[in-house]
């Protein structure tokens, strides 16, 4: 990856330019009764010769100095403020002409498909960088991909609600003034509508859609349907309760708060690497944009490295009283894996009964956990459910108490199958720790006890 | 939302720069002040061809510039607007040049779009929506300088459709054109006071194309002032086949009539019939879409309201709306057709007659891939 800094800082440009127009208005006036040519230089060159100078400079950092395959730039784009922010790759070449790749709804919709599901879509159009009142890159011809989001036309409805937008769309920039360039990231400004975003050099090498499979990819593994919210939390122990990760338009309100007076709303975008605010949020004092994905599926704040996003604790997740955890039995490990081999011997000599599942969940009218076995019988299916307590034991752990009753089956069961009490038994000795690939989307659960290991899927 | 196109001429007060410069030399002028345009176009640019044969074609030529990579700034910023694909720009660039510089090349010679013609054609891939007005714009002449095509990422779904594609693009060309041209030299007066009294500039685009043909207008843009209304006629009168001429003509003779006639966006019909073909009932007005018509062996025409019969299984007769309006909307199109066409000839030597075959025979006979080899062959 290249790596030099290079700074055309376009408030200065503007400024300059501004000078130099006064300057020229000036002079024109003086001339219009002088033909005196004398003229202070201020500058080394004129306007138009540092303009054109901070044109090809800019055209050498995006096509990677005029290289035969251009440079590949991420631009985490955002149309406006109330719609995700979306990535799309783009690679520039010295010929003037640009692939934009990306993986979003709206590409599906260019080609009629459903707006529910992200579609990969890759084409080739034009570029240049173009001079205005600075430099300013232009995706001056129209990729349906990517000017879907400047598109005037009315949008698609996503919802029953179907407002006519035509004339405006979803008002996106495809012009951005290219305000400053710093170890391999562009900022840029929407010439027309001003957002500000920001473009990343990546890998000549690696192939769009792969890339952008990884980006998508990257989204689901942060925000999972199954976990109703996830928290922000801050540096001083106060958390923040984030819903609705999945549409990328995060419904914020502290923990505690009125949810319905006090939520706010931020747009964000999924990238490769983390998620980003598109304007900086400033929640109890702190301020937060960008975060990072870190090995253990949190996010982590670039801003402040100490502000994470992570669900509740594991054990508060797991006692969710409408979750469903469902054991992966083949995984099972210690006197788990002894008493469920028994289980099976045990049911296999009851009529040659099968163990078909077991799952833990909250019994709502009784007000207890259990724990259910199904149990093919022929063409039957029965379920002896034993009933427990669950208790959260700092942030990680969890103890189940076996309450000694369960449904009208247990007792059947338990009395012809003794493997079943075993289980429970064990069940009520330990304090589990719990562990999850992801403490964002915590839909797995490991909970083990030295060697003693069950894994639940939500 | 209701769509409903037009076109824009903006007259620009431009002049007062240039007055302002002064020089206190007199330097030599060379021949040009712009580049030997050749020496700046790079073989392996991924436009090269297109701008090779743009420069041959247009600027080399006519002194124009066909601008297909938009800039933003080129445009009101006030609309929302995409800029045109690649792939469309090349078909548009020599389509144009068939449908429209050659033609009058041809016709009033090679000179008179030199001196005549605009500077700038600039390409916008999107209509320019209205959103309050519910209309769009798709063309736009600016001091007799520049036109704007809108409307050219559609251009593809129209190719063997010229219908369409005069709708769009050329007869917003042929109408631009004229506005450069009258903005140029005047047409007679006479012209603007065949339909004095009728036109509406704000409430056009919710009329009916039957009332204002009858009122003696070609379209609905016509009707809303003089200027658009010669540009129009001019326009139409060059791209519209024999049949669809004489649609016009006999929309234009027909009577016409609302539900309410005080509501000028109510929808106008020039046919009626009563339900079960009883006049005693209050009549309906019906379009001529939904009207056939049968000529019997002596002569006799019948009309009937489409798939419809009374209770006795007879079909409905339709009747023709009455003409109230007091104008001969046909009469006075050609009256209009007339002005336009000695306009041209005395003031500048164009054969409107002519000029309308050679356009009629042109987009009636065009093949896009041989005519896209203008540019793909280009070495």
Known sequence: ?458 | MKKIQYYISAFLLVAVAAMSLSSCSEDKLGPTIFPDVDETLDPSSYTYKLDKFLNENYLKKYNLTFLYKMPDISTNMNYNLVPATYENSIDLAVLCKYLWFDVYDKVAGEDFLKNYGPRIILLIGSPAYNPTSGTEIVGLAEGGIKVSLFKVNELSRFLNNYYMMNEYYFKTMHHEFAHILHQTKTYPNEFNTISIGHYDSNNWQDRSVGQVNSLGFVTTYASSEFREDFAETIANYIVQTEDDWNHILDLASRGWASGDEDDVTSEFYCYYYYPNNDATQDLVYVSEYNVFTEVDEDGTVHKYWRNNTDDSGNRIVVYDVEDKDGINGAEAILQKVQIAREWLKTAWNVDLDELRNEVQTRQSNYDINELRKMVTEIQ
Request: aromatic content about 12%.
């Open chain 1, 1 to 458: 990856m290249m790596s030099f800094t290079f700074n055309y800082d376009q408030k200065k440009m503007k400024k300059f330019l501004n000078i130099s127009l006064l300057s020229l208005v000036a002079l024109t006036t003086l001339s219009l009764g002088s033909c005196k040519n004398e003229v202070d230089e201020i500058f080394d060159e004129d306007a138009v010769a540092r303009l054109d100078q901070a044109k090809a400079d800019f055209i050498n950092i995006l096509t990677n100095n005029g290289a035969p395959n251009g440079g590949k730039w991420q631009m985490e784009y955002y149309a406006n403020a109330n719609e995700p922010g979306y990535v799309y790759l783009m690679t520039f070449r010295p010929d003037g002409s640009v692939t934009i790749s990306g993986k979003n709804e709206w590409i599906g919709s260019v080609d009629g498909e459903s707006l529910k599901v992200p579609v990969y879509g890759s084409q080739t159009s034009l570029w240049d960088v173009i001079t205005d009142n600075g430099p300013v890159l232009s995706l001056n011809s129209y990729n349906k991909y990517f000017h879907v989001f400047a598109s005037p036309e009315d949008i698609p409805s996503m919802s029953d609600e179907d407002p006519d937008e035509t004339g405006y769309g979803h008002e996106g920039d495809y012009e951005f003034d290219l305000m400053k360039y710093s170890n391999d990231t562009l900022y840029i400004t929407g010439k027309k509508y001003g957002i500000d975003m920001i473009m990343t050099r990546v890998d000549d090498g690696i192939d769009d859609e792969v890339y952008m499979n990884e980006v998508v990819a990257m989204a689901d593994s942060f925000f999972n349907a199954k976990i109703p919210q996830v928290y922000i939390n801050l540096p001083n122990g106060v958390r923040w309760i984030v819903k609705n990760g999945a549409t990328s338009l995060l419904k914020m309100f502290r923990e505690g708060a009125d949810e319905i007076s006090t939520a706010e709303t931020h747009n964000v975008i999924i990238t490769h690497d983390g998620l980003s605010f598109m304007n900086p949020v400033t929640i109890d004092g702190y301020t937060i944009k960008n975060f990072i994905r870190q090995a253990d599926g949190s996010l982590l704040c670039r801003d402040d490295n100490e502000t994470t996003i992570t669900a509740d604790n594991l054990n508060n997740v797991f006692m969710i009283e409408t979750f469903v955890w469902k054991a992966d039995t083949t995984q099972a490990g210690g006197v788990f894996k002894d008493n469920l081999n028994d289980l099976k011997t045990q049911l296999n000599a009851y009529g040659k009964r099968k163990l078909t599942s077991v799952q833990i969940a909250y019994n709502t009218t009784l007000g207890v956990y259990g724990v259910d076995f199904s149990c093919l019988y022929g063409k039957s299916t029965f379920h002896p459910t034993f009933y427990m307590t669950a208790e959260a034991v700092g942030e990680n752990q969890i103890k189940f108490r076996y309450t000694g009753e369960g449904n009208a089956a247990s007792g059947v069961y338990a009395e012809r199958c003794p493997a079943f009490l075993d289980f429970m038994n064990n069940l009520s000795s330990m304090t589990f720790t719990l562990e999850t690939p992801s403490l964002l989307a915590p839909v797995e659960m490991k909970l083990s006890e030295g060697g003693n290991i069950l894994y639940f899927k939500l």
